[in-house]
């Protein structure tokens, strides 16, 4: 198995295209058996797509628009807000298949449909993929994880981002197979030759404040102990929602050190979290959040730091190497998913946090995109969805 | 002035102690965090490492019985056990393939498993040829779904292995109530601890292979050993009757011209033709080993062949008190081979036939086969018979029925296996039907195109 990355900030989009799949294929020595494309919103995804599929015929593509920028091994790349990454694998001895679905409304469905079109498209029909790579529009990610789990079971890990845009401004796309598409879940079953490890992680520290959620529904939390969420949360959090609160607005950016958590797991009493990214107040003073939440689940004011989040991604790479017993010569590539809403907190030490990665894998290749939802697996080998999460995979080689 | 520069300094250094005091928040924030995670990470390593220790305890226990396994069915067995421990499944069996009979389940590690009757077909033989399958749902393959429903509902997915060794094949087969349970990292625990048990099957099987050499090398021995005394008996016989009756007619003037030297040269021709037979067959016995067989093939009359075989068994057989009746078809096809080779088959079969019937009939038919492309020849006698066993082994070299006198029977023990020989080389097939007290029958089929 060999992977290899291309990143370009060239605007025209064809141009971008012929770029960087040249590039890629100088470095994997040949054509790839996936196809993994991060472009940013800024560029025109049909005819960038129409370009690669051109050069790179039938292999199965996945992708999905990445918020501001990507990073690979050679640093970040989009300071103006436009770029494209490929990450390719090249792997004859494994089978890779690409599928996407509508959400419509269904997206538990369209979890169920998709997996088992990307099962077939890689010819393994009835056998467990090693991983499940998912791209899809936010706002649905845990029906589609629940869809794909009702094919599956619970043991398959699943990973991957949900598109984003640079101002979520709902302009995200997914991409199949030399198609650009919209309000669209896409799967990637792997059956790669070596193996594959993960680590998800949230990096963020509990505080002393907690509370239950006592109305919530879908994606909007009403309440906290029975007391209006915006005001329970400006209070635990010292003020950050500001003069919003009264108001009403967004506040993805002002959150962003303080997230909501929850118990995802624990390891011998020590507990680990997936995080709930507050992003808008409405003015009853209830809170919007990238993920479900129900009534009656425990809340966690979460603390994190700017230093984290530069540090954070470098750790997770490192933990998901630990998790196979890899070293860097064993390594093949990684794919990275870092959450957009930390990358826009901390976005002019971003190509810090792209140096910590590589000096983590070694150098390897590894392409990294910035997402507005993260999915993964926990040490507990069970696969979330959340919110300012880090999610790694890492490629061996060979098999272990 | 000097108390508003003091008042400066004093709000400077409070701003420079806040600053310290966020970063140091900050940092003691970020190592706690890191701390968090590590901890995490620690007791999930620590998990990890105690689960592979037992894991590793387990296969070097499950080895060191899987390398003292003599037989394929107690390393299955074992192979479940081990695994049982290492990949966590809910129920697992073996299946056995062998060629022309259905698939069998050879080893289980519950009792119902053993009646599920395994169909196999594509996807058995993807995994016969080497790939380890994991199924997330059993229920949607097409050979799982012609298992019988009530043996399999219990169960939702399941893991192939191939199992090939030297002589068998087999597949391991492992069920878990859960969907999609055997994950990427299970499969590759099978594939590995698989490679072992199929190196421990392959081990097992050389042993055995070893062991049944070693006792057909010491039956062999032995049979040679009995070969050897009763050949010795067996030339000194006619040799001293020869010498005997030589000696007789030298001492004796009368004897050389009285009314009895007739039938003591008869005596004496009839020993000396033994011993002939005697040497042939020991001569014909070394070539065929020595692969040395010269055949000379072309048109055979037959019914002139069938008396030659029976003017030279027919001495063996008025001694035993027997009588041989030739019966050759009329309009017979004609057969090309080797008649001297056929001669002595026939020869072969009719002095065993001879040597176990006593005061019985002994016939010997030809006919042509009903497809018209072979003779086939029938030696039936009506002597004491063969049990199963024995007849299983009367084509083996120095191999003879039951506990017999060879001075008694005047055999070898090497004319049935001669004859199975040259029929082989002629390109024919011999069999034998044989019931205990009621007689035996050899039927020789030779092609009529000759040996291929």
Redesign the interface.
Known sequence: MEIATSTTSTADSRRAAGEAYEALLARLGGPPDLLVVFPTVGHDLPALVAALRERAGDVPMHGATTCQGVMSEAGFVGEAGLALGLLGIRDPGGDYGVAARAIGDDPRGAGRAVVGAAIAAAGRDGEPPALVWLAADPGFEEAVIAGIQDVLGPDVPIAGGSAADNEVAGRWQEIANGEALRRAVVVTAMYPSGSIHLAFHSGYSPSEHSGVATRAAGRTLYEIDGRPAAEVYDAWTGGVLGDVRGRGGNVLRRTTLHPLGRVAGEYGGLPFHRLSHPDSVTPEGALTLFTEIEAGERLIQMVGTRESLVSRAGRVARAAMRAGNLDARELAGALVVYCAGCMLTIQREIGDVAVELARELGGRPFLGTFTFGEQGCFVNRRSHHGNLMISVVVFRHGER | MANADRETNLEDRVRELEQRLARAE??R??A???V??L???L?????RGRVAAAHTERLLEGLEVLGEARDALSLFAEVLRVLGDVLEFDAAFVVGFAPEVAPQIVSATDARLRLIAWPGGAFTDRVLAGRT?????LA??PEWRRVDPALREAY??ALHVPLHALHSQAMLVCLHR????????RV?RARRFAALARQALQTAEHLVDLEDDRGRAVELSRAKSSFVASMSHELRTPLNAIIGYCEHLIEDPVAQRGPELGETLGRIDLSARMLRELIGNVLDLGKIEAGRLDLHVGPVAVAEVCRLALVTALPLAVRRGNVIRVDVGTGLPELRSDAGKLRQILVNLLANACSFTEAGAIDLVVRADRRGEALVFQVRDTGQGLTPAESAAVFLPFAQAGPVDPRRLGGTGLGLSIAKHFTERLGGTIDLDSAVGVGTTFTVRLPLAGPP
């Not at chain 2, 399958?133 to 749902?137: G, P, T, W, Y």
């Open positions: 900050r940092a924030l970020a706690e965090e890191e968090a995670e901890r995490v990470e007791a999930h390593a620590g998990e399958v994991a199924l997330f749902d949607g393959n939702t997915s859960r969907r999609g349970f055997f994950t990427a990292d590759t």
